[in-house]
C-alpha cells in the first residue's frame, strides 16, 4: 500500500554529534515531501521541504536528502543541540486538485533524544 | 506575522455529543486544512478547504464536516462523538499550490 514510514523510532544522540533520521515512502508518483519538528504538547513545526527534481536541500543546520530511486529521504541535523529533542516527521505531498498542496501523509515518527 | 491559532486548547465530551473546534489562518494564507492525530502516531489528513469549498478529503465519515470563511479562519464539526474520536485535533494553513503547510499547536479533545 501507499504509505511513508521511518526505519527507526529512536534516536539518541550526544550533544553536538550528528544526526540523521531517515524515511521511506512508496508512492513513486509523490514530488513533494516535508520534514516536522514536534515538541511535546505543540504542533509540527515546518522544517525543510525538498521537490522530487532536487537531491539536496540545504538550510540552517539542516539538510534533506532525496534518493528517488530507492524512494528513501532523510534529514541530517548538524551539531545536534538539546533543544532539537523532539518527534520528527517526514511527510509526504499528495495533492487534493488544482496542484494544491493538501493530503500530507505522515510517517509515525522518530523522536529524536539529545544527550548532553 | 501571526500563526496558526486554534482554540480551545483542550476540550472534554461525551459520547453521541456534537463539537466545533475553531482555527485561524497565518496572515496571508488562503488554504486550511484538518488533521488528526491520535498518541504516538503521525497527523492524519481529515479535508481541506479553499475559496470557502472542501477541497479534498481523507478516510473521515461525513460525521466530520467543515467550514471556511471569509476571512480564511476555519471550524470541524464532529457530530455524534465517539470515543476513538480521541486526539489531537491540528489546522495547517498555507498558500494554494505548493507551498508548505504551518500547523497550529491543535485542540485536544477527549472523549468520555
Known amino acids: 500500500g501507499e ?8 534516536l539518541s544522540v550526544q550533544e553536538g554529534d550528528n544526526s540523521i533520521i531517515n524515511c521511506a515512502y512508496s508512492n513513486s508518483a509523490s514530488d513533494y515531501f516535508i520534514w516536522y519538528k514536534q515538541e511535546s504538547g505543540k504542533g509540527p513545526q515546518f522544517i525543510i521541504d525538498i521537490r522530487s527534481n532536487m537531491d539536496k536541500r540545504q538550510g540552517q543546520r539542516v539538510t534533506v536528502l532525496l534518493n528517488k530511486t530507492v524512494k528513501h529521504l532523510s534529514l541530517q541535523i548538524a551539531a545536534t543541540q538539546p533543544g532539537d529533542s523532539a518527534v520528527y516527521f517526514c511527510a509526504e505531498n499528495r495533492g487534493v486538485g488544482g496542484g494544491s498542496q493538501g493530503n500530507l501523509i505522515f510517517g509515525k515518527g522518530t523522536k529524536l533524544s539529545v544527550k548532553p | 506575522e501571526t500563526g496558526v491559532t486554534q482554540s480551545p486548547t483542550h476540550l472534554i465530551k461525551t459520547r453521541g455529543q456534537q463539537v466545533t473546534l475553531r482555527c485561524s489562518s497565518q496572515s496571508g494564507h488562503n488554504t486550511v486544512s484538518w ?17 470557502e469549498e472542501e477541497n479534498g478529503r481523507g478516510n473521515f465519515p461525513p460525521r466530520f464536516s467543515g467550514l471556511q470563511f471569509p476571512n480564511y479562519s476555519s471550524e470541524l464539526n464532529v457530530n455524534a462523538l465517539e470515543l476513538d474520536d480521541s486526539a489531537l485535533y491540528l489546522c495547517a494553513s498555507s498558500l494554494q499550490g505548493d507551498q508548505p503547510q504551518h500547523f497550529g499547536d491543535g485542540t485536544r479533545l477527549s472523549i468520555l
Open chain 2, 35 to 51: 488533521y488528526q492525530q491520535a498518541l504516538g502516531q503521525g497527523p492524519q489528513f481529515i479535508f481541506q478547504y479553499y475559496r
Open chain 1, 3 to 10: 504509505s511513508v514510514g521511518l526505519h527507526l523510532p529512536t
